[in-house]
């Protein structure tokens, strides 16, 4: 079942003086249940194709359907009813609110999805459980490490039960022991059903994925389904 | 409903996690509102205070002075000086002439007076009237024990003199004071009578009374001066009626030719409650505009404080927008936030308003009162302070764009 489809997406910035083509005609189908790695040069597109796909930001031109919903006609506050329900963000410098506990970190998504205080709780307890913080939920960001952040930022992701994870150079911020142990938890996210997005820079990263799109100058340059190394 | 309860936790969790610039912001909202609320409850203490003891005065009785109530202005203060003074006859004109009055006395005070028994002697805190035999019904101060002065007393000058009960307490601990014989200004006095008890009034006693004849009264400190009239009409219904008797005779007797003001100035109860009225108005009104521009100013200070709080957790509002926050959810955080900041200061304001203005009252004697009507009226104001001046940072945190706001460090 086809999760997202573009088609002939343009994104260009007046700058006034030039306008900066960020993405140059874009089309992409996306199926349920893949596991996907964007990689490419900076200024290839990569954080412009992101934010679109994550409906934080909308295509110049172009069509962008997200289970069958026209998204990129939407406005602001359907934006952010899409990204409530169906997109759950993993970013490289974690994005907590550093004065709340993890639980509440957590319950954040539930809470603008109009989850109920006692529902919401044993949601976000369940999910972090599920990223093995079940004894941590408590602690605040700074007393944690940059590891169980990042699982803290995966839990949060997974807490409205989205369609989709986007993750944006998830172990960017991290050493690579932690950042393998993470590309581990991405791993079992997928193998439970999950349809995960990367974007990345890093070749050992992107092998985790199933499917590597490559952009550059805008465009797709190459799209390929690869066979998995970490599959037992 | 579940959203607003999550807005508002979300407000006092960020709040408080800034508890001083919290506070500081609050310093203002809590200057405003206290000092209107104390001011007000202080204005009330005396109001419920003047009501009650004017109108066990007695709604009858009226008073004629040569000056007003109090002095409105240096300039006036002239003009009232140079009138003629007032005079026992002038009294003595009234009672033949007026037909409409109960009782017309003569009275005048003194304070600050020492009276002495034998080898004793007082502090310097008695309060002195000279008087006639109607002060007593006039003033609403009756003997208890013995007798109060009589026409005779005054007519015949007689040293007999009418004590309250601290001056037994103070001189006569253990003697039955009436007959004995005390000092007063370097003469002797008979002690004839004992007035009841007396609450106090505004903080003052009025237990500490000594009443003379006021002609005795007049040997001792002399014709010069002006006296005061103290007159009760006859019934309620002919108070007015008996004003107008009195102004026509006191200006025939001071022959004020037609059409000049009167030379005089008549009180009851009546306009001395219209007088505070009056007074009150004025001072609420300088309070409430005080108040008023605190506020404002008050409020600019949250405006502010808003202002930097949405430029500094601009990153806070890209996560929140991110993971789905809506404009509406965001509007509101910040408007609870700048709400809830000014009413905890409208809160503590009113809690020291009412703490400070009842001090003030009961450091004049006054009984306890909450004026619930301006702490409605204040904390409904406060919210709208904070409405005003939250909505602007609000609605800008509102349109922040989620991908510069993720982009700010």
Redesign the interface.
């Given at each position: 079942m086809t999760l997202i489809d573009i088609e002939g997406v343009k994104k260009i910035y007046d700058l006034g003086a030039e306008k900066i083509h960020a993405l140059d005609g874009v089309s992409l189908k996306i199926e349920r249940g893949e596991y996907i790695a964007i990689m490419g040069p900076s200024g290839s597109g990569k954080s412009t194709i992101m934010?679109i796909l994550?409906c934080?930001?909308t295509p110049t031109s172009g069509s962008y359907y997200f289970e069958d919903e026209e998204v990129s006609k939407m406005d602001?506050?359907q934006l952010?009813?899409i990204?409530?329900?169906k997109i759950g963000?993993v970013?490289q410098t974690f994005?907590?609110?550093p004065?709340?506990s993890s639980l509440q970190n957590v319950e954040?998504?539930l809470?603008?999805?109009?989850v109920?205080?006692e529902s919401r709780r044993e949601r976000a307890e369940l999910v972090l459980e599920r990223v093995g913080l079940g004894d941590r939920m408590n602690h605040k960001p700074n007393e944690l490490s940059g590891g169980q952040r990042q699982r803290v930022a995966i839990a949060?992701a997974l807490a409205?039960e989205p369609s989709i994870i986007l993750a944006d150079e998830p172990t960017g911020n991290l050493d690579s022991k932690t950042g393998e142990e993470i590309m581990v938890l991405f791993n079992e996210i997928h193998e439970a059903g999950n349809t995960i997005i990367l974007v990345t820079h890093e070749e050992y990263i992107a092998e985790n994925a199933h499917r590597i799109i490559r952009l550059h100058d805008g465009l797709i340059a190459s799209d390929e389904v690869v066979r998995m190394h970490t599959m037992n | 409903m579940i959203e607003y309860f999550n807005s508002f936790m979300i407000a006092v969790e960020s709040l408080s996690k800034q508890k001083l610039r919290s506070a500081l912001t609050l310093v203002g909202i809590v200057i405003g509102v206290s000092s209107i609320i104390g001011i007000m409850t202080t204005m009330e203490a005396i109001q419920t205070y003047m009501e009650n003891s004017l109108s066990v005065l007695g709604s009858t009785v009226f008073q004629v002075q040569k000056t007003p109530f109090m002095n409105v202005g240096p300039s006036d203060r002239h003009k009232y000086q140079n009138r003629k003074d007032i005079k026992i006859e002038h009294a003595d004109a009234i009672r033949d002439r007026a037909k409409k009055v109960a009782n017309v006395g003569a009275e005048d005070w003194t304070y600050g007076r020492v009276i002495r028994y034998k080898k004793k002697s007082t502090e310097p805190v008695y309060l002195v009237s000279g008087a006639t035999p109607e002060w007593s019904p006039n003033n609403g101060y009756y003997v208890d024990v013995g007798r109060f002065l009589t026409q005779l007393d005054v007519d015949y000058s007689r040293f007999v003199m009418v004590i309250g009960i601290e001056v037994v307490e103070d001189l006569f601990p253990f003697i039955y004071p009436i007959g004995e014989t005390v000092k007063f200004e370097g003469r002797n006095f008979e002690v004839v009578g004992i007035i009841e008890e007396q609450g106090s009034e505004m903080g003052q006693s009025r237990n500490n009374m000594l009443v003379i004849p006021i002609t005795v009264y007049q040997k001792i400190y002399g014709k010069e001066g002006s006296i005061n009239i103290t007159i009760s009409a006859k019934s309620s219904e002919l108070l007015n009626g008996a004003i107008d008797e009195i102004i026509t005779i006191m200006r025939a007797v001071r022959k004020v030719a037609p059409g000049e003001d009167n030379d005089f100035e008549i009180f009851n109860s009546e306009s001395l409650i219209a007088f505070w009225n009056d007074m009150s108005r004025n001072f609420k009104i300088g309070s409430i505009l005080i108040s008023f521009i605190s506020l404002m100013v008050a409020g600019i200070g949250i405006m502010n404080i808003m202002m930097v709080s949405v430029t500094e957790r601009t990153k806070e509002i890209g996560i929140r927008k991110a993971l789905g926050a809506r404009k509406k959810h965001i509007l509101t955080q910040f408007l609870i936030e700048a709400v809830l900041l000014s009413l905890t200061g409208g809160l503590i304001g009113v809690i020291l308003g009412v703490l400070l203005g009842n001090v003030v009252a009961s450091l004049m004697n006054l009984s306890i009162t909450i004026p619930w009507f301006w702490v409605v009226v204040g904390l409904i104001f406060c919210s709208l302070v904070g409405i005003a001046s939250g909505f602007w940072p609000a609605l800008k945190a509102s349109r922040l764009d989620p991908i510069e706001s993720l982009r700010f460090e």
């Open positions: 934010n994550g934080l930001d602001d506050n952010a009813g990204r409530n329900e963000f970013f994005n907590l609110l004065r709340i954040l998504p809470i603008y999805g109009g109920s205080l949060r409205n | -």
